[in-house]
């Protein structure tokens, strides 16, 4: 399928599930627009139906408007054409030869076999991130080979072959401005005008997404990496100053930017914003968390701080069990002879074999979320925050369950950090951790991303994709012994 992005629009045209029926259409524009319109049809010279909405949305410091229309009452998994404004004019040099395109979501029950892409911690790519070349203190061995493909291109080049892209935090890596203009990577700028480079690192990745994200609904959750500005936390040498908060100009912290580029289907599922939701797409129900913060049972965030390593981030929901209590709701009302998998993400992990655990692994996640992941047979825990792959066995309070990937009743943990940005990958703990079944780190200096093939309601593939050229470098088939 041809990508009809034309270079030089800043559209970031960018598609999401807006309940079993419905599509939400975002894109960026330069300036403020008073109703923002989407005209969509079935027939790609048909664009004979419209819909506008109010939601034309910025923050102190950005460089771009959010723009927002959901089309509801379609019919499911079916293919429309549509076209957003100022593309609809017509006469524009950077509008598409022909509409873009989108297939709403399969109908819950619908048993056809199908496939997803999951990937996280993917940064910007090319001049302003993972490029062929990096800054002093990034190992050689993390940069991108001559002929390597990097992970959005790998991506975009098998569009075709999966029906949504699912990130579970950490866009852009624009917080890392500082990092990467000290490491001699990015020019110098002051800290006044580092929102500029702070904006253009988040605009320059959703550019470089958007032949994807354009065709494809991209489905998100928040990571640590969007919280604030400046979250690694970089120490000027020469002045040996710590830099924390202060730095951020406002509109760069809390989430800002995450908050206003995104839509996910919260209203539909009872959820809160982009922080946790919950949708349905043909034999899975898929859960989104946030493992950042709204914990619930006295945990405001990871590392019990009030937020996201010391920033002082959300509360997103005005009842600090909120979330575990909407988790278990939601758990309680999924139908498994509809949908039989059930596949939840959040941003960070609690079974890792990371030689830094004591910044990565969650805790607090393991203590909320847990329980009710074995009350109700989650069938899969996705996550990344530490920069590797990691597959492990399937695990139930720290329990190897006794039969593996053949019908277990422990739900199976894999972590992929391994998306890609400008500071590399991290390594793994030697030796690893028991339950452990395969790993790649900083060492392999491989990037990739997950596809999830759904078979039936009884077995499903994960396979790990490498960027640079497409392998398959792992693969491993879950069984659950289920009627279908």
């Known amino acids: 399928m041809a990508s009809y992005v034309t270079p030089g629009f800043n559209s970031q045209v960018r598609l999401a599930y807006a309940g079993p029926t419905g599509m939400t259409v975002s894109w960026n524009t330069f300036s403020h627009l008073p109703q923002p319109t989407v005209c969509y049809g079935r027939q790609p010279w048909a ?7 109010n939601i034309s949305v910025t923050y102190n410091t950005s460089l771009t408007y ?8 379609l019919e499911p998994d079916t293919t429309y054409y549509y076209l957003p404004e100022p593309l609809l004019l017509g006469d524009s040099p950077d509008s598409p030869s022909v509409p873009y395109q989108f297939r709403t979501a399969r109908p819950a029950g619908d048993p056809t076999p199908y496939s997803i892409a999951v990937v996280v911690d993917l940064g910007t790519m090319g001049r302003m991130g993972l490029t062929t070349w990096a800054g002093k203190d990034v190992s050689p061995n993390n940069t991108l080979g001559p002929h390597d493909n990097n992970t959005i291109q790998s991506l975009a080049a098998v569009v075709d072959q999966y029906d949504f892209l699912w990130q579970p935090g950490d866009f852009a890596y624009a917080d890392y401005w500082l990092k990467e203009e000290i490491e001699d990577f990015l020019p110098n700028t002051t800290v006044a005008d580092g929102y500029k480079v702070y904006e253009s690192i988040l605009n320059d990745f959703y550019d470089e997404m958007t032949p994807i994200t354009a065709l494809r609904p991209f489905m998100v959750g928040p990571g640590n990496h969007e919280a604030n500005c400046d979250a690694g936390g970089m120490k000027d040498p020469q002045e040996n100053i710590t830099f924390t908060d202060s730095i951020c100009m406002p509109g760069q912290n809390n989430f800002t930017g995450y908050i206003h ?10 959820g809160t914003g982009n922080f946790w939701y919950s949708f349905d797409h043909g034999m899975v129900h898929y859960i989104q968390l946030d493992t950042e913060t709204d914990l619930g049972h006295g945990f405001i965030g990871p590392d019990q701080t009030g937020g996201v390593e010391g920033y002082h981030t959300g509360p997103f929901n005005r009842s600090i069990d909120a979330q575990t209590d ?3 709701a939601d758990l309680a009302a999924v139908d498994r002879r509809k949908t039989p998998w059930v596949i939840v993400s959040g941003h ?33 825990y996705l996550s990344g925050h530490a920069h590797f792959y990691q597959r492990s066995a399937p695990i139930a309070d720290g329990v190897i369950d006794p039969n593996e990937l ?11 950090g391994a998306g890609g940005h400008y500071d590399g990958l991290d390594a793994m703990a030697k030796p690893p951790a028991p339950y452990q079944r395969f790993g790649l780190d900083t060492h392999d200096g491989i990037y990739g991303w997950s596809k999830l093939t759904f078979h039936n309601c009884t077995h499903l593939t994960h396979e790990f994709v490498a960027s640079r050229n497409g392998t398959v470098l792992d693969t491993a088939t879950l069984f659950k012994d289920r009627v279908c």
């Open 47 to 53: 664009l004979t139906e419209c819909v506008s909405s």
């Open 66 to 73: 959010n723009n927002h229309v959901t089309i509801s009452n």
């Open 261 to 270: 580029h995104f839509r996910m289907p919260s209203p539909e599922s009872g």
């Open 326 to 328: 909407w988790l278990e």
């Open 348 to 380: 960070r992990p609690w079974y890792l074999s990371y030689a830094n655990d004591s910044k990565t692994i969650c805790w607090s996640c393991k203590d909320v979320f847990e329980p009710l992941f074995l009350m109700y047979g989650v069938d899969l």
């Open 406 to 416: 053949n019908n277990p009743s422990a739900p199976w943990y894999i972590t992929n």
